[in-house]
């Protein structure tokens, strides 16, 4: 028969080995976990380095419809001169200057201007027979909320241009960019001001209040809306490790 002593070296050793297991398992878990998200980080900064994202996407590098004739092609911010500058950012302003002015943040010129021509900013631009910039989108692939993340920082169509398909046209190249380098999702954000974005998102393309924008209680003026891409079967995608919970 054993001892009350034995029972209770029986019982604390059941809890040492309990512990260490536990230990051991959380830290095998922060591990994985860890090397998902480098992994996570290197599959997009690979996308990032992409020179040009149209080149296996040719049928949709031109656009003609709506008594428009447009040429699309993939730049990276860095390689803009001056004159590429200004007209975007001609663009941005002409647009969206007025609902800055009466958003939270404000209209910071210099902090616009930055974050347009950012390293990591990367371009579609849609440009006329002439050479004029009739619309744009800034992307950039990230990690967001634990995943990979095509984000559309801006799509800007000059005034010129627009009633005529040309920012649903830009929004389908990006899901197809998105699906061609096995990205989860799309994601974009839009001022709670600007009703006829918000249709346009989510009425007319699909797109839904992502999971990771402000709630109520965080009294912010914007929201962050979301499309989940198809996934690409041909794409070797980081895995998620088991019990690594995303809120999307």
């Not at 390689?79 to 200004?86: H, T, Y």
């Not at 609902?99 to 990367?122: H, N, P, Q, T």
Request: aromatic residues 12%; charged residues 30%.
């Amino acid at each position: 028969m054993s001892s009350r002593s034995d029972s209770n070296n029986n019982s604390t050793s059941n809890k040492n080995y309990r512990s260490r297991d536990k230990k051991e398992k959380k830290k095998a878990f922060r591990k994985q976990t860890n090397d998902y998200l480098c992994a996570l980080e290197q599959f997009c900064r690979r996308a990032q380095n992409v020179d040009n994202m149209l080149e296996n996407l040719k049928p949709f590098s031109t656009y003609n419809k709506n008594d428009l004739t447009l040429t699309l092609s993939y730049m990276k911010s860095e390689l803009f001169d001056d004159s590429v500058r200004d007209e975007i950012f001609l663009i941005f302003e002409q647009n969206m200057r007025e609902m800055y002015e009466k958003s939270d943040v404000g209209w910071i010129r210099k902090e616009k201007w930055e974050e347009l021509f950012d390293s990591d900013a990367r371009y579609i631009l849609a440009r006329g027979e002439d050479g004029l910039l009739h619309g744009f989108v800034h992307l950039r692939f990230v990690v967001e909320d634990n995943q990979d993340v095509l984000y559309c920082y801006e799509i800007q169509v000059n005034k010129i241009s627009q009633s005529k398909g040309l920012g649903t046209f830009m929004m389908k190249v990006l899901e197809l960019i998105a699906f061609y380098n096995g990205f989860s999702k799309i994601m974009l954000t839009v001022f709670d001001i600007n009703e006829e974005a918000k249709v346009f998102y989510k009425n007319k393309l699909g797109y839904v209040v992502d999971p990771f924008s402000p709630d109520e209680e965080e009294e912010c003026d914007y929201e962050i809306v979301s499309k989940v891409i198809k996934n690409n079967p041909k794409i070797d995608r980081p895995k998620l490790p088991e019990g690594l919970t995303l809120t999307s």
